[in-house]
């Protein structure tokens, strides 16, 4: 048995020195058609760059005889996307972007007077009132419109609830 499994181990050794001078054959075979490709590829270049050459020599030859005057191409100002698409915008856009950011600019304005007047009126009711209750203190038409501007004092921690009532924090 022991015989078998040496004659096993030395057929394993030959099998793979075979293998591993396969694989050096193909690798070497790879290097040769990388090769072979970049010298190819290197010619095609080299043709293109002469018959670009010769095709505008013969175009200025046959311009020249025909008495055409060759084309002067103008020189091209690279320039940022931004300020490309800045250019292009129509006045109309520019101006309803402009009122547009007027009206966010004041519905911050309305909303901090708001979270003004909602704080005042809690400070002036130390029980607390609830949400609908500094709504029609305040005369507002949905009471709803008091969400934002509760959540955003209590995330200032100007106004604290318990339960359904609000109160302002003492100072």
Not at 84 to 94: H, K
């Amino acid at each position: 048995m022991a015989k078998y499994l040496s004659e096993c181990k030395e057929e394993d050794k030959a099998r793979a020195a075979d293998v591993s001078k396969l694989l050096q054959g193909f690798n070497a075979e790879d290097n040769e058609r990388a090769a072979a490709v970049a010298d190819l590829l290197a010619d095609y270049k080299k043709e293109r760059v002469e018959t670009a050459r010769a095709w505008k020599d013969l175009l200025s030859t046959m311009a020249k005889k025909r008495g055409i005057k060759p084309v002067v191409k103008a020189e091209v100002k690279v320039r940022p996307v931004k300020e490309v698409i800045e250019e292009a915008r129509p006045p109309e856009v520019i101006e309803e972007e402009r009122l547009l950011e007027e009206a966010f600019e004041e519905a911050e304005r309305v909303e901090e007077g708001l979270k003004e007047q909602v704080l005042k009126t809690l400070e002036e009711s130390p029980g607390g009132l609830r949400m609908t209750q500094v709504s029609d203190i305040l005369g507002l038409k949905n009471w709803r419109t008091l969400i934002p501007v509760i959540r955003a004092l209590l995330d200032e921690e100007r106004v604290e609830k318990e339960g359904s009532l609000y109160f302002a924090m003492k100072k």
